[in-house]
T-cell receptor, first 111, second 114 residues
Framework: DQQVKQNSPSLSVQEGRISILNCDYTNSMFDYFLWYKKYPAEGPTFLISISSIKDKNEDGRFTVFLNKSAKHLSLHIVPSQPGDSAVYFC??????????FGAGTQVVVTP | GAGVSQSPSNKVTEKGKDVELRCDPI?????LYWYRQSLGQGLEFLIY????????KSGLPSDRFSAERTGGSVSTLTIQRTQQEDSAVYLC????????????FGPGTRLLVL
């Protein structure tokens, strides 16, 4: 039962342009959403999060948007940099419990 | 270091042997989680400790898997009679209980069962 879905397995974007990663969820009990970045052979690194009481959170080049009615969130990275090339995971939790992860999106930033 | 640490970083074992994986959470974090990522798969929840409460074991795939957390800090994940399908990266995360719900991950233990 995949409660968090990332339907795009990969994304290629030119350096300097915007990267938009999408995530959908099915469980209306989720109240906290996170994005993690993962390099090969490393653990996931926390990027940015958003509580269900908000619809936007911004941190530097990273902005997360939450649309509760559509059960959809997105991560915007602007401008994209070569060091952003990694796998990005969307995750969600309810009441501080376990995280449910999406399958990940491989981002490649090209010069 | 102030992050979550895990040991060993890599473990190769023979089918049928027992293994123990260790996690040192961030100091002061009362919640601790174990996940795993099998090859080509997403991250899968295994078990969750929160303070002195009974752990949430709902993600453990079989009774060969167990975990404990001593003194509210270090945790050990034990896999008995390992099978080849147990090969995966085992990740530990910790979280400070409070308004911030972010889980911070360790580097993982790469387990290979031959």
């Amino acid at each position: 039962d995949q409660q968090v879905k990332q339907n795009s397995p990969s994304l290629s974007v030119q350096e300097g342009r915007i990267s938009i990663l999408n995530c959908d969820y099915t469980n209306s009990m989720f109240d906290y959403f996170l994005w993690y970045k993962k390099y090969p052979a490393e653990g996931p690194t926390f990027l940015i999060s958003i509580s269900s009481i908000k619809d936007k959170n911004e941190d530097g080049r990273f902005t997360v948007f939450l649309n509760k009615s559509a059960k959809h969130l997105s991560l915007h990275i602007v401008p994209s940099q070569p060091g952003d090339s990694a796998v990005y995971f969307c995750a969600a939790s309810a009441a501080g419990g376990k995280l449910q992860f999406g399958a990940g999106t491989q981002v490649v930033v090209t010069p | 270091g102030a992050g979550v640490s895990q040991s060993p970083s890599n473990k190769v074992t023979e089918k049928g042997k027992d293994v123990e994986l260790r996690c040192d959470p961030i100091s002061g974090h009362t919640a601790l989680y174990w996940y795993r990522q099998s090859l080509g798969q997403g991250l899968e929840f295994l078990i969750y400790f929160q303070g002195n409460s009974a752990p949430d074991k709902s993600g453990l795939p079989s009774d060969r898997f167990s975990a404990e957390r001593t003194g509210g800090s270090v945790s050990t994940l034990t896999i008995q009679r390992t099978q080849q399908e147990d090969s995966a990266v085992y990740l530990c995360a910790s979280r400070f209980t409070g308004a911030v719900e972010t889980q911070y991950f360790g580097p993982g233990t790469r387990l290979l069962v031959l």
